[in-house]
């Protein structure tokens, strides 16, 4: 069902990551999250702190791919974007925030 919603919001699901995921996957990843927070920070109905902030974040992640980064880089990144969109996600208008965040996060947590 959360699938469901994160299509229908973003029109594609969240890339899949193999384990341990690759340098091309956390990319895609990545990307993904970039083209949420442009979103989020285009939706009007969104308070204006929230949009500011989805834009830097959307620009941050640019300027991270840009720099070619190390995995360590990427999966840095994703979690801070998946703590961000939980963030953004929750209670606000897209409920596909949350669920896109959390697997960002789950798929680039290292084993302990």
């Known amino acids: 069902m959360l699938g469901a919603l ?9 890339p899949a990551l193999s384990a341990p995921p690759t340098h091309g996957a956390l990319r ?3 990307r993904y999250h970039a083209r949420l927070f442009r979103r989020a920070a285009r939706e ?16 941050w992640i640019r300027g991270v ?15 801070q974007s998946a703590d961000l969109l939980n963030a ?20 680039t947590e290292k084993p302990a």
């Open 28 to 30: 895609r990843l990545c």
């Open 44 to 59: 009007p109905r969104r308070p204006a702190a929230q949009r500011r902030r989805a834009a830097a974040q959307a620009r």
């Open 88 to 107: 953004l996600g929750a209670g606000t208008l897209s409920p596909g925030l949350a669920g896109a965040a959390g697997h960002g996060a789950r798929e």
């Open 65 to 79: 791919l840009r720099h070619h980064p190390l995995n360590d880089d990427l999966a840095r990144t994703i979690r």
């Open 6 to 14: 994160i299509r229908e919001w973003l029109g594609r699901a969240p």
